[in-house]
């Protein structure tokens, strides 16, 4: 493994980046980076915006140049899937990619969202999954990644809850055994409770908006994890302790997919808690001190 000389990036560092569109709000670059700098790797993560038409050159171009791997964020995922040479298990399984790995000459598609999912549960707010009931709600990228994920680890009941029927039940077969779908009635009964939609984003139209969860439904003695880093308290998040509820943003699910990921990469430990802090500061700078 290259060790960082005093002039870095040099000739001689390592390339691996994201691949999206957009891709420059991405903190990819800057939780990988700030691990590369504390490990003393002469490696460099940076941003390549790729148009969904271009996507299969941007694979050939790894290859062409020497990446050793990318993440891959939206609108990637799942074509991204089709492009690779070999996928994980769990790749194949959720038929999205949101991290590549150069093995020799062939592309390797990996989805490490769920690892970090439940990573973040087991580290930040010590909920262990296994024999517990759970609900998801929404049933995309993330939250059929969330549903295998806690499945894996053991959960009692995966109950998936969404607006397209059709797919809370395809959502719900990841879960296989434990998995079903649901209504917002599982909500009351639950240990934990994921919300996977987009809804409260900085940036979206659904912005401030109330929660697709009724609070009504949450209290004490609960878990309630949104997916949504930014802001870092989502209308869900605070209804949710109103409640008396125990709360978990996104941003540790952020932190430990992509520690997965430099895992793949380096084959070395990821540096977890620089990674946080590095992306903690990120926030803190973007928020103002208000947020802190
Ligand atoms: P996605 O594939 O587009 O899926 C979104 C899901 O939310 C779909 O099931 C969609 O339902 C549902 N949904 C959207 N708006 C809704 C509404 N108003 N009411 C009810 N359901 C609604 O997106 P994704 O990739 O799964 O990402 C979802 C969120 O997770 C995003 O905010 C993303 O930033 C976040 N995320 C966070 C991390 C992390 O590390 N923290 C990782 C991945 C994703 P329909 O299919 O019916 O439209």
């Not at 790797?41 to 941007?58: H, I, N």
């Not at 917002?184 to 929660?211: E, F, K, N, W, Y």
Request: with cysteine.
């Amino acid at each position: 493994m290259t060790r960082r000389s005093t002039t870095w990036p040099s000739a001689g560092s390592q390339v691996v980046g994201v691949i999206g569109n957009p891709v420059a709000h991405s903190l990819s670059p800057l939780l990988h980076n700030s691990a590369f700098d504390a490990l003393g790797l002469d490696w460099v993560s940076v941003g390549f915006c790729v148009e969904p038409a271009g996507l299969s050159d941007a694979l050939a171009g790894i290859r062409g140049l020497g990446l050793l791997g990318v993440s891959v964020t939206m609108p990637h995922k799942a074509r991204a899937a089709e492009l690779v040479d070999r996928l994980s298990d769990t790749a194949a399984l959720l038929g999205a990619v949101n991290c590549i790995a150069r093995d020799q000459d062939e592309l390797v598609g990996h989805n490490t969202d769920g690892e970090g999912f439940v990573a973040s549960l087991r580290r930040e707010a010590r909920f262990e999954p296994a024999g517990r009931r759970c609900v998801v709600v929404g049933a995309g990228g993330a939250g059929r990644a969330v549903v295998s994920a806690l499945a894996e680890a053991g959960a009692e009941a995966v109950v998936v809850v969404a607006r397209t029927p059709a797919a809370a039940r395809r959502a719900a077969a990841l879960g296989e055994a434990a998995g079903r779908p649901g209504t917002m009635d599982d909500v009351r009964g639950a240990d934990l409770v994921v919300d996977t939609t987009p809804v409260g984003m900085t940036g979206t139209d659904s912005a401030g908006a109330p929660p697709v969860v009724d609070p009504e439904l949450l209290g004490p003695g609960q878990l309630v994890v949104d997916l949504v880093y930014d802001p870092e308290i989502t209308p869900l998040l605070s209804a949710a302790m109103t409640r008396g509820a125990s709360v978990l943003g996104g941003l540790g699910m952020l932190v430990h997919q992509a520690a997965v990921q430099l895992r793949l990469w380096t084959g070395l430990e990821p540096p977890v808690d620089v990674m946080w802090a590095a992306v903690d500061a990120a926030v803190r700078r973007k928020n103002g001190p208000a947020a802190q």
